[in-house]
């Protein structure tokens, strides 16, 4: 059971299915340009769509607003030293502000960054930065279905490769995503960083954690790697931060807020020049883009998110959501993890070709049946196409991902999507794939507009 009770309720949108067959025709068939009204269960994303604790909305009416030296700066500040080690700490107002002020101070043109994944907003400001980003996940990654407990590690061979190879004067650093949010939100084994830190500090490279659920991913090593059964999250947490150089930290994930992040860092020269683009594009260093209360809300948010409670919580929402999908016939990237659960839709729709769009036409019923939104990582989101809409690459695996916001959503707010699931799958046959009527040349999938084709 979730191990808190309800002190404030925010009614759910409730619509017919007539309303939702005229909402998807108007917005094109593309779920981004819906209204939040339109949606009963909003599984687009757990990126600030969590519920804050009564505790969390205190610490923030406790926020101190001063523009220099808030009082809420140096409690955010003790409380990300303790927990990461770093002793520089920087606040930003999302993860990929963070990004881009590392990104533009370490890296020139021609920089190289390794990493298990770039999650994509990395991705993106590595190469606006000039530089060139190289994922490198571990082989085990390719099988949907193998149940490996540690599929979001680093492919160590291909990181001594390259960290040896003829590139490697490039190499501006590493990065490893706890967890792997490109690669299915599949966590990073505490052996596989060690190992990794170990070949960064031989060969004098840097190592970054992207440690949006650095949560999630310490519960799924107190559960699957035998070193640490026993140890608390809190404790893997923090061992995982002390093998890095420092951090880049969405806190609209694992800190449980709406807006926030954080860079953190060990080499004081290299925080200097960070200061410097902070000062200048987020903030004063003291707030760095953010409210009082938002620093203040967040250091009460990372106290939280390492709750065996918590965790174990929602780990058994995820795996129970995991079992519905499963009991209605549809298979799932295995093993579930705990941030999201993605449905093998290529598999569900085998009548729908990957230009055609599977996870798309998934997406689209699971609304039409249910007021669902999720989102589609398959070829509408990684494919391309030439000007006459002939596939040119599609993605290698057509999925669609159910996000689970953080404390928002209960049980039976999941059993209620187990069966739009089984009612969907019942009906496969009758789901049509979708062409592309309008596409933009960038994230595509934010933008694109689609019509249903013919069964
Ligand atoms: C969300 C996310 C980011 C970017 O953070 P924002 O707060 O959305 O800017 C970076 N890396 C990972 C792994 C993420 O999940």
Redesign the pocket.
């Known amino acids: 059971m979730e191990p808190y009770r309800i002190k404030a309720v925010e009614p759910l949108p409730m619509t017919t299915r007539a309303q939702r067959e005229t909402a998807l025709q108007r917005v094109h068939y593309n779920l981004f340009a819906l209204r939040a009204d339109e949606i009963t269960i909003d599984l687009l994303t757990d ?2 769509t969590g519920a804050l604790s009564a505790a969390q909305w205190a610490a923030g009416m406790a926020g101190d607003e001063s523009y220099a030296g808030s009082r809420s700066f140096y409690r955010f500040q003790e409380v990300v030293r303790e927990l990461t080690s770093y002793p520089h700490i920087l606040p930003v107002h ?4 963070a ?1 881009r002020i590392l990104f533009s101070t370490l890296l020139g043109p021609g920089g190289i960054t390794l990493s298990n994944t770039h ?1 994509d ?2 991705r993106a400001n590595v190469e606006l930065s000039g530089g060139q980003a190289v994922d490198l996940p571990c082989s085990q990654a390719q099988d949907l279905d193998s149940d490996e407990p540690f599929k979001g590690n680093i492919d160590l061979q291909r990181l001594k490769d390259a960290l040896c190879g003829p590139d490697a004067s490039r190499i501006a650093m590493v990065i490893m ?1 706890l967890t792997n ?2 690669g299915g939100g599949q966590p990073v084994s505490m052996d596989n960083l060690a190992r990794a830190a170990a070949l960064c500090r031989e060969h004098e490279v840097p190592l970054f954690l ?1 440690a ?2 650095f949560a999630e991913n310490a519960w799924l090593v107190t559960r699957h790697e035998p070193a640490y059964q026993g140890v608390s999250p809190r404790e893997v947490a923090e061992e995982a931060f002390r093998l890095a150089d420092g951090c ?1 930290m ?4 694992d800190g449980i807020v709406h807006i926030g ?1 954080f860079l953190g860092l060990r080499d004081p020269a290299l925080t200097e020049r960070c200061r410097l683009l902070l000062v200048a594009t987020e903030g004063f260093p003291t707030y760095g883009g953010l409210a009082g209360r938002d620093l203040d809300m967040i250091a009460q948010g990372l106290a939280e998110v390492t709750d065996p409670h918590y965790l174990r919580s929602r780990a058994e929402a995820a795996r129970h959501l995991a079992c519905l999908a499963r009991n209605a016939g549809i298979s799932i990237l295995e093993p579930p993890g705990l941030h999201a659960i993605y449905l093998n839709a290529g598999r569900l729709l085998p009548h729908i070709a990957p230009h055609r769009f599977p996870g798309h036409a998934l997406a689209c019923q699971l609304y039409l049946e249910g007021g669902i939104r999720s989102v589609e990582l398959g070829s509408l989101y990684l494919g391309k196409e030439d000007e006459n809409g002939d596939p040119v690459t599609t993605a290698p695996f057509e999925l669609l991902r159910l996000a689970l916001p953080r404390r928002t959503y209960t049980l039976s707010h999941l059993n209620h999507v187990g069966e739009v699931l089984a009612r969907t799958a019942k009906n496969r046959d009758k789901i049509p794939g979708y062409r592309l009527v309008r596409s933009s040349p960038v994230l595509r999938h934010f933008h694109s507009e689609l019509e249903p084709l013919p069964l």
Do not use: H, I
């Open positions: 990126s600030g999302q993860g990929r502000a990004e999650f907003t990395t995503t949010n490109g992207d949006a659920r880049l969405s806190a609209k994930k992040g």
